[in-house]
């Protein structure tokens, strides 16, 4: 390949998604058109982040490299080059590039472009409501053979979706109770498939960009007036040390400190709630020394929003001695825990699960997740939920990045 390209393997290694292509192509020697579709989106998306155009002889390069890397694959699946038989370059991998070009306004890395709307258009189902209600049925009940199961939830994803949408008193037990998949092991990749119909290329950004962000984040607390937190500072040194993956979690973690909170609950009948920094940083990510701790710590979590009548969303939970040690990281919601490998996997499907789910972020830690969702995914809000204190800290990573 061209010495300016990236192999395929590598671009696919830096995603769940991609990971799980791997390993079913690893299992079953063969791709599914939808596995097919995904290499090509997240092969583009990856170029997109990086600013890269690419010629017809680099999407050819790539699309020999898709085949050698799937040796059942053709290449001509991919691209097929301009001749006497076709008039303009084709192939799956090349139609995708051309329309992502075309709407290269739309989806440039460098803004945000992309609209917080949960009224707005979702895809157009390519199944009748008849063939909906019987896949429904059918993924209620079956959770194998898993790639049969992958494809019918893609199908009912915009029924599904507008479904959720409709549900007047939003809340994740009443979603589960319809569809108990949400609580499989395998979860974030369904997760992953409604987020991508909503936000086509969105959805892998936090992969793309989080060593990019660990950086930037870095950067910002090693600043004069930066991390004012002096435990938080001195552990910098050490943070350092610790690989990408490992320092992820730590570099996160001090957004409550830099990201002050200026949420006030109030509840009628009781003294207003103040969130302060701690509020913030428990409400983002809740951490137990030991994994026995977690239902207890997060009934104390769950009693302190039923008092002020307000719900208890979808969390992170990380288990571990401290913010430097082995940490082991879980989702929590509504009684079911999703456990992951690492904190970038964990943080990213809780994310998508606010917005698959239709769901509010937690007020104690709203800044937090708007910022994730602003800088991160390059999804906007809202005029009115936007803050002062959150635009000046973006603004600032901004000119440490230039």
């Given at each position: 390949?061209?010495?300016?390209?990236?192999?395929?393997?590598?671009?696919?290694?830096?995603?769940?998604?991609?990971?799980?292509?791997?390993?079913?192509?690893?299992?079953?020697?063969?791709?599914?058109?939808?596995?097919?579709?995904?290499?090509?989106?997240?092969?583009?998306?990856?170029?997109?982040?990086?600013?890269?155009?690419?010629?017809?002889?680099?999407?050819?390069?790539?699309?020999?490299?898709?085949?050698?890397?799937?040796?059942?694959?053709?290449?001509?699946?991919?691209?097929?080059?301009?001749?006497?038989?076709?008039?303009?370059?084709?192939?799956?991998?090349?139609?995708?590039?051309?329309?992502?070009?075309?709407?290269?306004?739309?989806?440039?890395?460098t803004s945000s472009t992309i609209k917080q709307?949960?009224s707005s258009s979702l895809p157009a189902p390519?199944?009748?409501?008849?063939?909906?209600?019987?896949?429904?049925?059918?993924?209620?009940?079956?959770?194998?053979?898993?790639?049969?199961?992958?494809?019918?939830?893609?199908?009912?994803?915009?029924?599904?979706?507008?479904?959720?949408?409709?549900?007047?008193?939003?809340?994740?037990?009443?979603?589960?109770?319809?569809?108990?998949?949400?609580?499989?092991?395998?979860?974030?990749?369904?997760?992953?498939?409604?987020?991508?119909?909503?936000?086509?290329?969105?959805?892998?950004?936090?992969?793309?960009?989080?060593?990019?962000?660990?950086?930037?984040?870095?950067?910002?607390?090693?600043?004069?007036?930066?991390?004012?937190?002096?435990?938080?500072?001195?552990?910098?040194?050490?943070?350092?040390?610790?690989?990408?993956?490992?320092?992820?979690?730590?570099?996160?973690?001090?957004?409550?400190?830099?990201?002050?909170?200026?949420?006030?609950?109030?509840?009628?009948?009781?003294?207003?709630?103040?969130?302060?920094?701690?509020?913030?940083?428990?409400?983002?990510?809740?951490?137990?020394?030991?994994?026995?701790?977690?239902?207890?710590?997060?009934?104390?979590?769950?009693?302190?929003?039923?008092?002020?009548?307000?719900?208890?969303?979808?969390?992170?939970?990380?288990?571990?001695?401290?913010?430097?040690?082995?940490?082991?990281?879980?989702?929590?919601?509504?009684?079911?825990?999703?456990?992951?490998?690492?904190?970038?996997?964990?943080?990213?499907?809780?994310?998508?699960?606010?917005?698959?789910?239709?769901?509010?972020?937690?007020?104690?830690?709203?800044?937090?997740?708007?910022?994730?969702?602003?800088?991160?995914?390059?999804?906007?809000?809202?005029?009115?939920?936007?803050?002062?204190?959150?635009?000046?800290?973006?603004?600032?990573?901004?000119?440490?990045?230039?």
């Amino acid at each position: 390949m061209s010495s300016n390209l990236t192999q395929v393997k590598d671009i696919l290694s830096l995603s769940l998604a991609g990971k799980d292509v791997l390993d079913n192509y690893n299992s079953n020697k063969a791709l599914t058109h939808r596995q097919q579709r995904q290499i090509v989106q997240l092969v583009i998306e990856y170029y997109g982040h990086k600013s890269q155009r690419l010629s017809t002889s680099q999407l050819d390069s790539i699309a020999r490299d898709i085949a050698s890397t799937f040796h059942r694959e053709d290449k001509s699946t991919y691209f097929i080059p301009k001749s006497s038989t076709y008039a303009h370059p084709t192939g799956i991998l090349y139609n995708a590039y051309h329309n992502f070009n075309r709407g290269k306004t739309k989806y440039r890395p460098t803004s945000s472009t992309i609209k917080q709307d949960p009224s707005s258009s979702l895809p157009a189902p390519e199944i009748s409501e008849e063939e909906f209600e019987q896949f429904k049925q059918y993924l209620k009940f079956n959770d194998r053979p898993w790639e049969i199961v992958q494809e019918k939830w893609e199908k009912t994803a915009p029924y599904r979706l507008k479904e959720i949408r409709q549900i007047s008193d939003k809340n994740s037990l009443s979603i589960l109770n319809e569809w108990p998949l949400y609580k499989h092991s395998g979860s974030y990749l369904l997760i992953n498939i409604d987020f991508q119909s909503v936000h086509n290329f969105a959805y892998n950004k936090l992969f793309l960009k989080h060593i990019e962000v660990n950086n930037l984040l870095l950067k910002y607390y090693q600043s004069d007036g930066g991390l004012r937190n002096r435990e938080y500072k001195k552990q910098l040194p050490e943070i350092c040390l610790l690989d990408e993956n490992s320092r992820t979690f730590p570099l996160f973690n001090f957004l409550s400190t830099v990201i002050t909170p200026k949420q006030y609950i109030k509840c009628p009948g009781k003294p207003g709630w103040k969130v302060n920094i701690k509020d913030s940083e428990k409400s983002f990510v809740l951490r137990c020394s030991q994994e026995n701790d977690i239902l207890s710590q997060v009934e104390v979590e769950k009693k302190k929003c039923l008092e002020y009548k307000i719900p208890y969303q979808p969390s992170i939970i990380a288990v571990g001695e401290s913010l430097l040690s082995k940490t082991d990281f879980y989702i929590y919601f509504d009684g079911s825990l999703l456990k992951f490998n690492n904190f970038i996997s964990c943080l990213d499907t809780c994310f998508k699960i606010f917005h698959v789910f239709d769901l509010e972020y937690p007020k104690q830690s709203l800044l937090i997740w708007t910022f994730i969702q602003t800088y991160i995914y390059e999804i906007d809000v809202d005029s009115s939920k936007k803050f002062a204190s959150l635009a000046r800290f973006i603004n600032n990573l901004k000119k440490l990045s230039s």
